[in-house]
């Protein structure tokens, strides 16, 4: 759970309050320790259920560059094909292919692969003074009339997949997704312990004794008057209203 911001130090020291805040000598005593140990419990529930809701805010923008990867890797098997076809050294192409993506803007990397079979690697076969060998001069039809337009549709995207592949999308995703699971159980243990020192509270606001609720400031009446039961909280504002009919 530490990373939501719940280690289990964190909320061992909640647990600490707790039990010393039951053990207090009065209930006044208890009641206020306790609104203590509430107002901390609230604060790291906001701040663990904030960080979830970053880290589950992360995932769904991971998965769509993990989407965009995996679609735009589709491309690339069916590319291969055609680079196959088309030189000797088919992952020397696809290596310059990437370097000039990542390197480079769109328009420059559609200029270059647009100058000729011979931009990316040495293509197949052999061409001398002029004189083409049939590999040759099928490896540079099938560039002309296959490869070049479909370098030319999957360009303008490489670039972007270029910098996500650094960015590591894949391992990203797999720690969002584990910090989202820690996240899930630093909320579930917050949330239980909140549940056990509200109730503990409630209890201590309905057992004040009427001194006892005489010595509280008027916002610790009024947080008091709020965790009473509705017809306890009717009985204490009808009292209220008799004495200032009274005055």
């Known amino acids: ?35 203590s140990v509430v107002a901390d419990c609230q604060k790291l529930h906001r701040k663990v259920t904030r960080s979830l809701k970053e880290n589950q805010k992360d995932e769904t923008y991971l998965e769509l560059e993990k989407r965009y990867i995996t679609k735009h890797e589709m491309k690339l098997d069916a590319l291969a094909q055609g680079l196959f076809r088309c030189y000797e050294s088919p992952g020397k192409a696809r290596e310059t292919l990437d370097q000039l993506c990542g390197n480079y803007d769109t328009n420059y990397a559609l200029e270059v692969v647009r100058l000729g079979i011979r931009r990316l690697a040495k293509p197949l076969g052999f061409d001398v003074l002029g004189i ?26 490489h670039g972007d997949y270029i910098k996500l592949k650094r960015l590591d999308v894949e391992a990203r995703y797999e720690k969002v997704l584990h910090e989202i699971e820690i996240g899930r159980q630093a909320v579930t243990a917050v949330e239980s312990g909140l549940k056990k020192y509200k109730s503990e509270l409630e ?45």
């Open 1 to 35: 759970m530490s990373g939501s911001g719940a280690g289990s130090a964190v909320l061992d020291k909640l647990r600490a309050a707790f039990d010393k805040a039951m053990a207090k000598p009065t209930m006044l005593q208890r009641y206020r320790a306790l609104q």
């Open 132 to 157: 083409k060998s049939e590999s040759r001069r099928l490896a540079e039809e099938h560039f002309e009339n296959t490869l070049l337009p479909s370098l030319e549709k999957l360009i303008p995207d």
């Open 203 to 247: 209890t201590a606001a309905k057992a004040l004794s009427e001194e006892e609720v005489s010595q509280l400031s008027a916002e610790e009446a009024s947080d008091r008057l709020l965790l009473l039961p509705a017809k306890m909280r009717e009985a204490v504002l009808e009292t209220k209203l008799e004495a200032l009919k009274k005055r």
